[in-house]
């Protein structure tokens, strides 16, 4: 997987995202290891990687919303672990999939 960055944030800027050695397996097969990413408040951050390179599954460790099998970190300045619930109140995330009933209108 790559990443890059496109911008500068301030010297102060706390670190919005903080985390390392984020890893996670389904089933016999690990998806993400051992990711480190720390990515500045007014940061422009591009997480960049192919197909099933198990970007979503890392930003859905970063919501809070699956729980690594290692690593730690916070995000948003909660523990990413054990504060998820903390975090899922302040994160918008527009999914990929459409998860809702299709015939809801
Ligand atoms: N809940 C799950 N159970 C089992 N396997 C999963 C699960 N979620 C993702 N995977 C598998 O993990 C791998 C990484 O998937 P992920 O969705 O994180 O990749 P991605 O980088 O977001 O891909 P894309 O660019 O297609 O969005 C894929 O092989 C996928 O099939
Ligand atoms: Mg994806």
Redesign the pocket.
Known sequence: ?SQTHHAEPPADAPLIINVSGLTKS??S?K??DGIDMQVSEGEIYGFL????????????MLCGL?TPDAGTGTCLGHDIISESALIKLKVGYMT?RFSLYEDLS
Not at 49 to 60: A, D, F, L, Q
């Open positions: 997987m389904f089933g097969t998806i993400v990687g192919p197909n099933g390179s198990g970007k979503t599954t890392t930003i859905r699956l990929q």
